[in-house]
């Protein structure tokens, strides 16, 4: 059975820090590209940072490029979104997810939600 198990979602204030994690099992991980993504109250779905599994190119959306770092560790079949300088505009859902799309080396990954298979979501709030 597919799973990603996304946590460490939380509230903090705003300028803090959070570290999300996101499991995976039944799939084999390494060959899937990687991808942050949030929904907040009202608002649609935005990608918010993917990771190609060729090479680990990064897309990061303007709102938190040089804040946010994504990574993985396969491993641990883990991926990660860590999150500095919090902004009360970060609050959301975040979910996590994969696709199993090899992008060629140096090209940055299309991070607009079409992903084989999604985790639940980690709430994420930030206090002004």
């Known amino acids: 059975e597919v799973q990603l198990q996304a946590s460490g979602g939380g509230l903090v204030q705003a300028g803090g820090s959070l570290r999300l994690s996101c499991t995976a099992s039944?799939?084999?991980?390494?060959?899937?590209?990687i991808g942050w993504f949030r929904q907040a109250p009202g608002k649609e779905r935005e990608g918010v940072s993917c990771a190609s599994s060729s090479d680990g190119s990064t897309f990061y959306s303007d709102s938190v490029k040089g804040r946010f770092t994504i990574s993985r560790d396969n491993a641990k079949r883990t991926m990660y979104l860590q999150m500095n300088n919090l902004k009360p505009e970060d609050t959301a859902v975040y979910y996590c997810?994969?696709?199993?799309?090899?992008?060629?080396?140096?090209?940055?990954?299309?991070?607009?939600?079409?992903?084989?298979?999604w985790g639940k979501g980690t709430q994420v709030t930030v206090s002004s």
């Open positions: 039944g799939f084999r991980f390494e060959d899937y590209s």
């Open positions: 997810a994969v696709e199993r799309v090899k992008y060629s080396p140096g090209s940055s990954p299309v991070c607009m939600g079409g992903m084989d298979y």
